[in-house]
């Protein structure tokens, strides 16, 4: 809201064109105008009120925000609709989300995001011991959408992640800069920032490599191929998390986490299959995942790059089988999962928006509403915390309103 409460009309709809990853001239085709008249627009040289309305409705703007930044009604209460969307989900159904989520962290953070990754900034001196449990901490932020406070941290991590990789050329050390520049990416990804996101992501592929790692590759792959998603370019995102699945296999497999990234890749690739109608493909994937996961913990340790686990593998069948068109065989790859096998208040809400998608598919209205409620009341601090963190009391509701525009959709899953 604070671009809106200062009367930058011009910036919302910037901000909004970006989330579509249109440029000026795209959207002055849309309006048809030319793009000299779009930069005049959103540097608030021009204030033709209808140009500016329209503009707005085609990127997004809601309309009393807009009405805000124009000074013709008062700033209305902060109410923030935290978009915690899997990469592996529809992208159109993502843009209203995205771009809520865009409006709801200050400007100024993302601009200094993005000096950072244009001209990497001095180091900010933390000790470089430190430097794993700030990458825990990052993972953390993101998982609690923390946007704002994420944005803030990044640029000293960045700087900090260079710093240690340039001074030491240890393997080790490029892997920490590709982790940072991965977390980067996940949140720009999630901001709809697509261009900036993939440019971040290529940099976090190449440090990779750099490394030697496959665990950080394969992260960093696979948010390369997220946004290649969202770019339209299925193939080549599918082509990529392929090679990463290979690379991780070649480990050996010795380790938890090792196994723990075979599985994330595999249920990633299960659900890109899912998606293309790809039936054989995605069944053995999933089922591959499920063999990968057996033997992890129930809860996966803090810090873990990957940190998924058998629930979670369960939970992304669902969605595989619901994409499928297989309602019983998802509603039956669902049928232990309970919100304690979860550990945030968004995996807990998504576990029941995801059966409840299966229940209305399976032309069950009752069970449809009554999932995504079911137990609703009783985390801690009740409905109205669970409302406030954008948790299970808005993902429930939520899923009452939209399961049935959804099924048609395309298949969407939880992150571990």
């Known amino acids: 809201m604070e671009f809106a409460e200062r009367r930058h009309a011009g910036s919302l709809n910037r901000v909004g064109r970006e989330a579509r990853g249109w440029r000026q001239s795209d959207l002055g085709v849309h309006l048809a105008r030319s793009q000299s008249t779009v930069s005049r627009l959103e540097q608030g040289r021009s204030l033709a009120l209808p140009l500016l309305k329209q503009a707005a409705d085609l990127v997004g703007v809601p309309l009393p925000l807009l009405n805000t930044s124009l000074g013709l009604s008062s700033p209305p209460a902060p109410t923030v609709v935290v978009d915690r969307t899997p990469a592996e989900e529809d992208p159109m159904r993502r843009r209203p989300l995205i771009t809520a989520a865009a409006f709801a962290v200050p400007l100024s953070l993302m601009t200094r995001l993005e000096s950072a990754l244009a001209s990497t900034p001095e180091p900010s001196g933390a000790p470089a011991r430190t430097l794993d449990a700030r990458l825990a901490a990052a993972r953390g932020q993101f998982d609690a959408a923390a946007h704002a406070g994420l944005l803030r941290s990044l640029p000293s991590l960045l700087a900090d ?140 340790p803090a810090g873990r790059l990957f940190p998924i686990t058998p629930a979670a593998v369960d939970l992304y069948a669902v969605g595989v089988h619901w994409a499928l068109g297989d309602a019983g065989t998802a509603l039956e790859a669902g049928r232990n999962l309970h919100a304690d096998q979860f550990p945030t208040i968004e995996r807990k809400g998504r576990m029941r928006t995801d059966l409840a998608r299966a229940w209305w598919q399976r032309a069950k209205p009752d069970q449809t509403v009554g999932e995504p409620l079911d137990g609703g009341s009783d985390e801690a601090g009740g409905d109205d915390a669970l409302d406030g963190a954008g948790g299970v009391g808005a993902v429930g509701k939520a899923a009452m309103v939209t399961t049935s525009e959804r099924v048609t959709g395309r298949c969407r899953v939880a992150t571990p």
Do not use: W
């Open 161 to 300: 992640a260079h710093q240690g990789a340039s001074e030491t050329r240890r393997d080790l050390d490029y892997a920490r800069l590709s982790s940072a520049y991965t977390i980067a990416s996940q949140l720009l990804n999630k901001l709809g920032q697509y261009k900036q996101s993939r440019l971040t992501a290529d940099r976090a592929t190449l440090y990779a490599e750099v490394s030697g790692s496959p665990l950080a590759a394969a992260a960093a792959t696979r948010e390369l191929a997220a946004v290649l998603r969202h770019q339209g370019q299925e193939a080549a995102a599918q082509a990529h998390i392929e090679a990463a699945v290979a690379r991780v296999e070649t480990t050996g497999l010795a380790t938890e986490a090792q196994a723990a990234a075979f599985a994330q890749m595999l249920c990633s690739t299960a659900c890109t299959a899912a998606i293309a109608g790809d039936r054989g493909q995605a069944l053995g994937m999933i089922r591959e995942a499920a063999r990968a996961a057996h033997d992890l913990p129930d809860a996966a």
